[in-house]
């Protein structure tokens, strides 16, 4: 009997954990599994914002692929999806093509324009190693050039967008922007850090306190926070910003936008059932018109039913749903009752940089400061351990606490 054929398309952390958990879950004859990603690597997405300040190298966010897996078990295939054909139950790679009994779609996002003039042409990116190394480069750029050509727009970064990755990006680069100032020969007070955010305050859905914690604690730094403005055009150098119904022109060669991600396009053009994009998958995590087809992070649409709104698409939320796909798969080749996908709440903490953060866990518990970048880094390492164990831990792990 011919063994099921699992794919799964993309290593972020719903896909790798889905692949290193179906490792230990089936046994060498149990399944034919296959992992394709277009990178032999993994990378940290949580991580990028350092790499982009510049303040965490590279190669610290990311590590081999083949390091985590057991290729007795899984077969790694270095490719790029270019379509997915779940009536045909194939997928179409840019140099394959590659059939499956089950597939776990995890391709992860892409960044969202809103259809906002000139961020597709000018806007920097953070969503891949190597766009994070291109922002560490040009903004180091600018600094060098500034001296012999000194035009106030090479030292304006702008962010746009209040979330998660903006803030935790202006938090490592208001600390980095001291030593470039000293590396360049740069006035200090010459340097502009703005967050330009469309609603009123950043962090939504954050408690107040811990917002103003994190407001008060990047302006002492130098962010400049522009709140309740729409970004209504990105320039090679500089924005246009609407803010009380007046507009404001803003100088800057740096402007990176962090505001808005949508799911992979390929679910859209698939032709799934998808809301906006993404698939609003069963309790078991599959695909409602297709049952050997599953779907984990930022691809799944998952309704917090207590607020009345999907779960955020994070890190924390694309592990647990890989833990319960690959029971699920498990469970369907050798027998057993598939699960239901209940979303544990772990907490959550925002990185202010270095030695500063914000956050609340243990149900709530609002923690701040120093304490709060620990757990921050405890729970970096946490997410390392549950991939690649003790070794993976020890090899990229943060420690540094004090």
Not at 152 to 161: D, E, F
Not at 216 to 245: M, P, W, Y
Request: hydrophobic share 40%.
């Amino acid at each position: 009997m011919n063994k099921p054929r699992i794919v799964i398309l993309g290593a972020g952390y719903g896909g790798l954990t889905t692949a290193v958990q179906l490792q230990k879950k089936l046994n060498v004859n149990a399944a034919h599994i296959t992992l394709v990603n277009k990178h032999d690597y993994h990378y940290e997405t949580t991580w990028l914002h350092e790499t982009a300040a510049g303040t965490l190298h590279h190669d610290r966010s990311r590590f081999d692929i083949k390091d985590i897996l057991n290729s007795s078990k899984v077969n790694f295939v270095k490719d790029t999806v270019t379509a997915i054909k779940p009536d045909e139950k194939k997928v179409e790679l840019a140099g394959s093509t590659i059939e499956y009994d089950y597939l776990v779609i995890a391709l992860g996002f892409e960044p969202a324009t809103f259809g906002i003039p000139g961020i597709e042409e000018h806007a920097f990116k953070i969503g891949s190693i190597n766009q994070a190394r291109l922002i560490r480069e040009h903004i180091e750029h600018q600094f060098a050039k500034y001296n012999n050509d000194p035009e106030q727009a090479r030292l304006n970064i702008v962010v746009g967008g209040g979330g998660f990755t903006g803030i935790e990006f202006l938090g490592e680069i208001a600390n980095r922007v001291k030593e470039l100032c000293e590396e360049f020969d740069v006035d200090r007070s010459k340097v502009r850090l703005i967050n330009v955010e469309a609603m009123e305050t950043i962090m939504p859905g954050f408690d107040p306190e811990l917002v103003d914690y994190a407001m008060k604690s990047l302006g002492s730094r130098g962010v400049e926070f522009k709140l309740g403005a729409f970004l209504k055009e990105v320039r090679k150098d500089g924005i246009t910003i609407e803010q009380n119904g007046e507009k404001e022109d803003i100088p800057a060669m740096t402007t990176i936008w962090s505001a808005g991600v949508r799911a992979n396009s390929l679910v859209e053009q698939s032709g799934l059932e998808h809301n906006r994009g993404k698939v609003e998958v069963t309790p078991e995590l599959r695909a409602p018109s297709h049952e050997d087809i599953f779907v984990v992070g930022d691809c799944a649409l998952i309704w917090n039913k207590a607020i009345d709104r999907p779960y955020p698409p994070t890190a924390q939320i694309a592990m647990q749903e890989a833990e319960v796909c690959a029971h699920n798969l498990a469970a369907l080749i050798k027998g057993g009752e598939l699960e239901q996908f209940q979303y544990v709440d772990r907490g959550t903490v925002c990185s202010l940089g270095e030695k500063d953060a914000m956050g609340s866990i243990f149900g709530g518990k609002k923690i701040y400061g120093w304490f709060a970048s620990v757990m921050k880094k405890v729970v970096d390492n946490r997410a390392l351990y549950k991939i690649g164990g003790v070794g993976l831990v020890l090899k990229k792990g943060k420690f540094n606490i004090f």
